[in-house]
């Protein structure tokens, strides 16, 4: 069965710190996707990366960053100088062939304070 | 850019009765997808279409039909609302290939309320 798991329900920061989303997922697959959504007070998800399990490699988008670590199975999302924009609900996803579908975590209520 | 668009954001329907929400989506997505998100349960598929006239269910369909005459539209139906089904619904589409592979692009949802 594939799980995703994001242990933090909501987080608060001040404008300009730093902040890190985790994301933790299971699956007996050796081929998956991960996936990061955000999802602002309008209501659509928008997509913000995608991610296969053979590509290891960190990445960067701006302020946005991605930590892909296979041995301990996350994909930890990091807002640098965060922005009172960057408020949202953010969803970690993950898909599998065995599964045939997006598995979504419960999401992380991110606010941004002034 | 790919425009989802589901026919109403709020909607108020009362307990036994047939429910149908739209979705349609503009860049000839052949896989089209309906969730319901709830508070601290994320996203949960229902039902999914990899084609016109194909449907396969996912993870909760219990209640709930789909319909997909033309490609470009994917329409949820609640045959008999339950106050259980009261909820936030999503629709999705993305490109061909694998759904689970692919970038899925979501509609602003409909907030449901059955009373």
């Known amino acids: ?114 | 850019d790919v425009k989802v668009t589901q026919s109403s954001r709020y909607l108020v329907k009362r307990t036994g009765e047939k429910v149908f929400l739209e979705c349609v989506q503009d860049m000839d997505h052949e896989n089209m997808f309906w969730y319901r998100q709830d508070p601290g349960l994320g996203l949960r598929l229902i039902y999914f279409s990899y084609d016109v006239k194909m449907k396969e269910k996912g993870d909760i369909p219990e209640g709930y039909s789909v319909s997909r005459e033309k490609k470009e539209r994917f329409s949820l139906i609640l045959e008999s609302a339950s106050t259980n089904q009261t909820s936030m619904y999503l629709c999705a589409s993305s490109p061909p290939g694998q759904g689970f592979l692919q970038p899925q692009h979501f509609g602003d949802g409909t907030r449901l309320s059955i009373l």
């Open chain 1, 1 to 114: 069965a594939q799980k995703v798991t994001q242990a933090q329900t909501e987080i608060s920061v001040v404008e300009k710190e730093d902040v890190t989303l985790d994301c933790v997922y299971e699956t007996r697959d050796t081929t998956y996707y991960l996936f990061w959504y955000k999802q602002p007070p309008s209501g659509e998800l928008v997509f913000l990366i995608r991610r296969n399990s053979f590509d290891e490699q960190n990445e960067i988008s701006g302020r946005y960053s991605w930590n892909f670590q296979k041995s301990t199975s996350s994909f930890n999302f990091t807002i640098t100088a965060s922005q009172v924009v960057d408020s949202a609900v953010y969803f970690c996803a993950l898909g599998t062939g065995s599964a045939r579908q997006l598995t979504f975590g419960s999401g992380t209520q991110l606010t941004v304070l002034p």
